[in-house]
């Protein structure tokens, strides 16, 4: 059995934790292979919402294996918390999550230093949501980060305070005040939650789970336009949110990968800084914040709104090998009597649908127009029944796109999805 793999196609805030949610109960393992606690992913099932930050969105289901992957980058107190949370809602996360070895930890000083650099750029300042995602990437890479394991050595202390260390005096560059022991206590408290869960070599299991033939699901986080690579360079995240960060962030060969799923909003979103060709600074923008709730569920910053970008979808769709697309909120555009979608970009007068080496040039979208449906769909269970406006739309975008569209999502909860 190959791995299938589901991850954004936008900025992130797609949908990803509802739809994984939806789709648990048809796989074995649901493993999350990069990203931190900067993702939200957002469920909502018996009028309860719940927000997801590092725990893979399957962990509801209690016949699901729930793996945290190595290329994720887990904060112990944002992870002690969620458990918390999970508990409350009478779910014991420790029967059903595995947590591998070789993830790397968040220190406290990694987000200090992610806050402090982000205050000494002021207006070039590239959106983070100051989680410490970035500096414990670059500790990852520079070779001197802490993974989970170490957890489990003697020398754990020792390794600690050398890394704070060294982050001390990085912050002595920054005019920054900060007091470490607020964030420390809760830290090492996060530290003994996650002595209670399995830890394990995951590349290992995942590998042997696929020999015996499992179903497994690789979620993603974030979204494919902040890939470090191939997303909108420096306003992105610091790991691979494309397809083949599954195989890093996992330990498995591309050619375990069966399906990749791509989820997409029926229009655009992004939160903080950074190119965004399609956005609405205008009442329009202001009302599809309003009518989708478009505040972030880790940050809860408003989010930036738009049309949807056919040039950037099929760019995603071209990186990820794309093989189906799931178009979320779409009842989110009930209300509008014409509804708009970018097919070209206009740049320096030429038009061109490809995306350009540097969204900061000034791009002017060449949009389509289409007819709304103004009608109430929040309620529809079936494709057939949804309005022909609709119908037209959705169609449009798999003609363009040549990637078929094989679930909508009607609204929030888990009962509002529409399966083709």
């Known amino acids: 059995m190959k791995v299938d793999v589901l991850l954004g196609l936008q900025w992130g805030d797609e949908g990803k934790g509802k739809v994984v949610d939806v789709l648990t109960p048809g796989y074995d393992v649901i493993a999350r292979f990069q990203g931190g606690p900067n993702a939200g992913h957002s469920l909502e099932f018996n009028n309860i919402k719940h927000v997801l930050h590092t725990i893979p969105s399957g962990i509801f289901h209690r016949n699901s294996i729930n793996i945290i992957g190595n290329g994720v980058v887990l904060d112990p107190m944002v992870f002690k918390k969620e458990v918390d949370k999970l508990v409350q809602l009478g779910v014991d996360a420790t029967a059903n999550l595995l947590i591998s070895k070789r993830a790397h930890l968040i220190l406290p000083t990694h987000r200090v230093i ?54 001390m005096n990085i912050l002595k560059q920054y005019d920054y005040s900060f007091n470490l022991k607020e964030f420390e206590e809760g830290w090492f408290e996060g530290i003994e939650t996650i002595k209670k869960f399995k830890l394990v070599e995951s590349e290992f299991l995942v590998n042997d789970y696929i020999k015996q033939n499992k179903r497994i699901l690789a979620e993603g986080a974030q979204g494919t336009l902040l890939d470090i690579d191939f997303g909108t360079y420096p306003f992105v995240t610091s790991s691979n949110t494309i397809c083949a960060g599954a195989c890093n962030g996992l330990g498995i060969a591309p050619s375990s990968i069966d399906k990749v799923m791509g989820i997409v909003k029926a229009y655009c979103t992004r939160v903080g800084s950074g190119p965004f060709p399609t956005e609405l600074e205008n009442a329009t923008g202001e009302l599809l914040r309003k009518q989708g709730h478009e505040f972030g569920s880790t940050t809860g910053r408003p989010r930036r709104c738009g049309w949807l970008d056919l040039v950037a979808l099929k760019y995603a769709i071209m990186i990820n090998g794309v093989t189906e697309l799931i178009l979320t909120k779409i009842d989110v555009l009930d209300i509008f009597d014409s509804i708009y979608l970018a097919t070209h970009y206009k740049v320096n007068g030429k038009i061109t649908d490809r995306l350009p080496y540097d969204l900061g040039e000034k791009i002017e979208p060449v949009y389509k127009e289409f007819k709304g449906w103004k009608q109430d769909i929040s309620k529809i269970k079936d494709f057939q029944d949804l309005p022909d406006e609709l119908k037209v739309y959705i169609r449009f975008i798999e003609s363009e796109t040549g990637v078929p569209i094989k679930i909508c999502s009607v609204g929030p909860d888990r009962e509002q999805t529409i399966i083709r």
């Open 114 to 167: 992610d806050a402090a650099s982000e205050a000494a750029k002021g207006k070039t300042k590239i959106g983070s949501t100051l989680k410490g995602i970035g500096p414990t990437y670059m500790d990852k890479t520079g070779r001197n980060g802490m993974r989970v394991g170490d957890i489990l050595s003697e020398k754990f202390e020792e390794k600690y305070k050398f890394l704070v260390e060294k982050h």
